[in-house]
């Protein structure tokens, strides 16, 4: 029995993030010479896409490169090793110098050891924490990557009250939405946008937007939705907010 192919309809988000086998591609290609719906939810996923290499890259924890560098100055080198000449009283008096020579290096051997164990200790903080924001942001990107390429996602456009337009592609079946924004107004440091998903259980926090970037704001992954939600956006303190404080400047029947 031969297994049905997806509707053309259904292979956008995998057409836009270059997911399809190369049989689907030319039969969506063929189909999106003559589907205007498809040409232009193509357009509005191409530009949602062009966050995702943005959303995805991890940059290393803040003063990363100056502690290094700290640490590294701190730390006293070991001198190059050379042959050893006999100094005149050394020669004469064989048992001190080899007991001065000897002490030396019992005494500095405690403070470069426990410098060194420091700097380990801050490049292996260092390098956790990396690694650590490089696994949150690739589940991020792989949870995005899913809603857009989900057989029912379907993108939907609103413009928000104070400027700008966003663009919300949604699955219910991944029960989430990616949010992206063109041209929201630039808010003082003290403000932010935030989403929310508001039903009939109530409103619920579901994300705060990131500053723009390029004049695009996003994306950003709501995850949890439930039916009869709408997304909503407000502007709220900096911090965020468990309720919504301020007007809805955008609200999208899901």
Same mark, same amino acid.
């Given at each position: ?31 999106? /010479? %003559?589907?205007?719906?498809? @040409?232009?939810?193509?357009? +509005? =996923?191409?530009?949602?896409? $062009?966050?995702?290499? *943005?959303? !995805? ?45 000897? /002490? %030396?290096?019992?005494?500095? @051997?405690?403070?470069?050891? +426990? =410098?060194?164990?420091?700097? $380990?200790?801050?490049? *292996?903080? !260092? ?128």
């Amino acid at each position: 029995m031969r297994a049905s192919r997806p509707e053309p309809h259904t292979l956008a988000g995998a057409f836009v993030l270059d997911a399809l086998g190369p049989a689907d591609r030319a039969r969506f290609e063929r189909h999106l /010479a %003559r589907c205007e719906q498809c @040409a232009k939810e193509i357009r +509005g =996923l191409a530009e949602v896409t $062009a966050r995702l290499a *943005g959303a !995805a890259a991890a940059e290393p924890p803040p003063g990363l490169t100056r502690r290094a560098l700290a640490a590294a100055a701190r730390t006293r080198q070991l001198p190059p090793l050379a042959p050893e000449r006999p100094r005149p009283w050394a020669t004469r008096h064989p048992s001190v110098g080899g007991r001065v020579a000897r /002490a %030396r290096l019992p005494r500095l @051997a405690p403070a470069l050891a +426990g =410098l060194m164990v420091i700097l $380990a200790v801050v490049l *292996g903080l !260092a390098a956790r924490g990396a690694q650590h924001q490089l696994r949150q942001d690739q589940l991020r990107t792989n949870a995005i990557a899913a809603v857009l390429t989900a057989r029912d996602a379907h993108m939907i456009s609103a413009r928000v009250s104070t400027g700008g337009t966003a663009t919300i592609v949604m699955s219910g079946r991944e029960h989430a939405l990616v949010f992206a924004a063109r041209g929201l107004r630039v808010l003082p440091s003290s403000r932010r946008y935030e989403l929310w998903l508001m039903g009939p259980g109530g409103d619920e926090p579901a994300g705060m937007l990131p500053g723009p970037r390029g004049g695009m704001t996003g994306p950003v992954l709501a995850s949890g939705l439930r039916p009869g939600d709408r997304l909503g956006l407000t502007i709220e303190p900096a911090g965020g907010s468990a309720h919504p404080t301020a007007p809805v400047i955008a609200l999208v029947a899901l």
